[in-house]
């Protein structure tokens, strides 16, 4: 029988997913942009996701809000795994 974690992740569908996207959004300290700034990118890439039809029913993209990812210059930052490919200036605008 499956343990609490694997039910867990079979909920999520984990193992559909392409890409994992790590958005610094809500940090606690605003060191690489407002705290303000952040959640707006947050909404932007749930938002632009879905119209790409990268989430839903067949999820291709899981993504996480982060609160820091210690790259503190021209943010918000994001990573996208299994890449590795860091990026800076996310917000709608960019």
């Not at 119209?51 to 790259?71: H, I, Q, S």
Request: overall charge positive; charged content about 25%; some cysteine.
């Amino acid at each position: 029988m499956p343990d609490e974690l694997q039910l867990a992740a079979g909920k999520v569908g984990l193992e559909k997913f392409r890409r994992h996207i790590f958005l610094c959004a809500e940090p606690t300290e605003a060191k690489c942009c407002a705290r303000e700034q952040g959640q707006a990118a947050w909404v932007f890439l749930k938002q632009r996701l879905k119209d790409l039809g990268l989430v839903g029913p067949e999820p291709l993209v899981f993504r996480t809000k982060a609160n820091c990812l210690r790259v503190c210059v021209r943010g918000p930052i994001a990573v996208v795994y299994p890449e590795g490919v860091w990026y800076h200036s996310c917000t709608p605008e960019g």
